[in-house]
């Protein structure tokens, strides 16, 4: 269920962006911030739109995402409770860089990009954060060129169900819920969906996965696909 749309301390503390704040500095967050719901399928905005309104997620769930000149969805991730996005433009000023849409309901809640800059330049821990946040940007987004350039569409799905694995569970196995359908592999990876299900087919009759229901995917021994992925790392080298 989603939380009241009303200014709470309590809420922005699932922000991991403000980790740490006091209770006087989360009051006057909340009290800048503007609070509301959004139905999923509901489009935050645009690529190319403007605007500078930086948006922190309490609940629910948000896909990062592009379109190719051709139409194809190219997806960057998901974004879970308690992160943000709409930093970039916020900082630079420039065209937003992706579409953002709920694929959940959600509740968000966002500020100005004045206001966020001015928290900014009050606040050194935030300041802070926002630094990390961005250099694990850069690493992330290297880790995923270095992939394209290096590695094949199997080796780039063994990756992506691994990133997108849950808690390792008492029996070495681990959930992915919702299972990811074909299509939004395939956009994360920058393979076709054919690709994708051909792959998702060889590794579930090797028994390193298996389909529970329809929204669970579940990885049988996460150690074995580690080190699968680990074999053709030293292949590729």
Known sequence: ????????????????????????VLQHIALLCN?????????????????????????????????SEQGR???FRDYEAGEHFGDLSAIDGQQRSADVIAIED??????SSAQFLALLDQDALIARRMMQHLTQLVRKLTDRVLELSNFDVPA?????????????????????????????????????????AREISALTKRGLIRKEGSRLLRICAVSDLEALVAMTKRQAV
């Open 35 to 67: 609070w509301r719901t959004v139905a999923a399928k509901t489009s935050l905005f645009s690529r190319e739109s403007s605007g500078g309104e930086v948006y922190f997620l309490l609940n629910g769930r948000v896909r990062i995402t592009s379109y």
């Open 73 to 75: 969805e190219v997806s």
């Open 1 to 24: 269920m989603l939380a009241p749309s009303m200014p709470s301390t309590l809420a922005l503390r699932r922000v991991h962006l403000f980790a740490g704040c006091s209770d006087e």
């Open 106 to 111: 959600s509740l968000v809640v966002s500020i």
């Open 156 to 196: 780039r799905v063994q990756m992506e169900l691994l990133r997108l694995a849950q808690a390792i569970e008492p029996d070495g196995s681990a959930r992915i819920e919702p299972a990811p359908t074909h299509a939004a592999l395939a956009g994360k990876i920058s393979a076709t969906r054919e690709q994708v």
